[in-house]
């Protein structure tokens, strides 16, 4: 994995996160206060992100690329639960809740993803409490949709034919 600086792209990762739609009412001072906390990842074709059981310390948004998760099964069987592009996040848990990866990521195209860890996170709430309470918000947002999302397609699954 090959990284940059936050100084190094505090601009760049500044323009990307307006792009995003989580990040819609931030103003321009609270999109520079977390830029300056967030680096860049850079995954090549094949590379793992995290394996289900890792420490989760950070999470992140697609900014290239294709990244997919994996879930084992109990037999042993892995089991693709999302294709995640330009724009989605991912590891959103391990900011809040500091437990072990619930899934696998696997980067099928080489991919960049900015990515907030939760030391950076503790800083950042720390020196901009305005803009921490701001994030942990958002996250919650992400959680939520991402619940709901899962909720739909286990009842989809329940429900389907044998």
Request: glycine letters at 6%.
């Amino acid at each position: 994995m090959l990284r940059k600086t936050p100084t190094d792209a505090e601009e760049e990762t500044r323009t990307f996160l307006i792009s995003l739609p989580v990040f819609d009412n931030f103003n321009v001072t609270e999109l520079s206060n977390l830029a300056r906390y967030m680096s860049y990842i850079h995954l090549q074709q094949g590379e793992y992100l995290f394996t289900e059981g890792d420490l989760g310390t950070f999470m992140g948004f697609v900014v290239t690329g294709v990244l997919e998760v994996y879930k084992q099964t109990e037999t042993g069987e892995d089991i693709i639960l999302a294709r995640l592009a330009r724009g989605s996040s991912i590891g959103e848990m391990a900011i809040m809740d500091k437990a072990p990866r619930s899934a696998t990521v696997i980067a099928k195209q080489p991919t960049t993803l900015l990515t907030l860890t939760e030391q950076n996170f503790d800083v950042l709430a720390k020196k901009h409490p305005e803009t921490g309470i701001k994030v942990i918000r958002k996250i919650a947002r992400l959680l939520s949709l991402n619940m709901r999302r899962t909720s739909s397609r286990l009842a989809d699954l329940l429900h389907s034919p044998p």
